[in-house]
């Protein structure tokens, strides 16, 4: 029996597996972009306490990058959930015993009655 594959998004088409490594990959960026706007460190503000334009562009940038890794880790969990529920359904529907009866070959000869 082969592995079951799903078209994500209408264009891959995965397997179990391969998805899973995929979402391990993007758990990890999204961690890694939290990470990054958790704990790098911010500019330094001049003597007068106004940041600059350029700082204060950072600034925004760092202070959204948490809700930016929260908002795509929510996301991509979402996706997971549906895309693996569809793995199961194909996956039973695989395994499901065929119960469909092959229809019984008719002989032209037999459907006209006999020949005489």
């Known amino acids: 029996m082969s592995p079951v594959r799903i078209k994500l998004y209408g264009l891959l088409s995965l397997t179990r597996r ?41 600034l925004w940038l760092l202070d959204s990058l948490p809700y930016v890794a929260g908002l795509i880790l929510l996301l991509e ?26 229809p019984e070959p008719t002989d032209s000869r037999i459907a006209r009655g006999p020949v005489s």
């Open 18 to 58: 391969t998805y899973l490594i995929l979402q391990g990959i993007v758990l990890l960026v999204g961690l890694g972009i939290l990470a990054l706007g958790l704990w790098y460190p911010r500019p330094h503000l001049p003597a007068g306490g106004v940041p600059t334009p350029e700082q204060q562009f950072y």
């Open 77 to 102: 969990g979402l996706e997971t959930v549906i895309v693996l529920r569809q793995f199961a359904g194909q996956e039973a529907e695989q395994t499901k015993p065929s119960t469909e009866v092959a």
